[in-house]
């Protein structure tokens, strides 16, 4: 069964620190990796995606993956108050495009 | 342009009410889903369609019936709903279902009250 882990947290961090999510996955046939971004009430936003082993950056994202350790990373500079939301980790396997979700993590920036 | 767009963006209807849920995209993607979200839930996978053919049916109830007009339209018919359906309905598209790595891009969403 696939699975994909988050800490579901709040994780709270103050206003212009690093913010560090992180996500495992089961499956070692997991090909793509998405990071969703979704305020209360709103639909997910699409803001990273990584394909290969290592770091991927925009702007004040950088996404990084590990395949060996199954591990895939999302890191938030400087930030914001308005990051305020609940990040999403989604995986898919070789094949077809269809997307295992992580139950997400609640982000918390304080002013 | 990374837009899908979906109507109504909110939507009340009674158990034997019939109503559909429209999603549109002009990015030219072949591939679109369907999903619903619970509150405090990561969205589950309805269904696909890919080049306008259903693809995957999530064992969904038959009281949720979609339909692809044509590559930039999808709706979902609903009819006899219960009140355990109330959901945040998602629309995504992706430029096609054959692959991996093809990025989904959502829609604001349907928010459906059953009552």
């Known amino acids: 069964q696939k699975e994909v882990e988050q800490n579901s947290g709040p994780l709270s961090v103050p206003e212009g620190a690093i913010a560090s999510l992180n996500c495992t996955y089961s499956?070692?046939?997991?090909?793509?990796f998405f990071w969703y971004r979704q305020y209360s009430g709103k639909s997910p936003e699409l803001i990273m995606f990584?394909?290969?082993?290592g770091d991927k950056e925009d702007g004040r994202f950088t996404a990084q993956l590990n395949k060996a350790s199954q591990y895939v990373s999302l890191l938030i500079r400087d930030s914001q108050p308005s990051d305020s939301a609940t990040y999403l980790c989604a995986v898919n396997v070789g094949g077809y495009s269809t997307l295992t979700f992580g139950k997400g993590t609640m982000l918390l920036v304080s002013p | 342009d990374t837009e899908v767009t979906q109507t109504p963006k909110h939507l009340v209807m009674g158990m034997t009410n019939k109503k559909s849920l429209k999603c549109e995209q002009h990015?030219?993607?072949?591939?679109m889903y369907w999903y619903k979200q619970k509150a405090k839930k990561p969205p589950e996978l309805m269904f696909v369609y890919s080049y306008e053919k259903l693809s995957i049916n999530e064992s969904v109830p038959s009281r949720f019936s979609p339909e692809c007009p044509n590559s930039s339209l999808l709706n979902l018919h609903l009819h006899a709903l219960q009140p355990e359906d109330s959901a945040l309905y998602l629309c995504?598209?992706?430029?096609?279902?054959?692959?991996?790595?093809?990025?989904?891009?959502f829609g604001p969403g349907t928010r459906l009250t059953v009552t």
């Open positions: 990584i394909y290969s082993n």
């Open positions: 990015m030219g993607h072949r591939a």
């Open positions: 995504a598209s992706s430029q096609d279902h054959t692959g991996s790595s093809y990025e989904q891009y």
């Open positions: 499956d070692r046939g997991s090909q793509s």
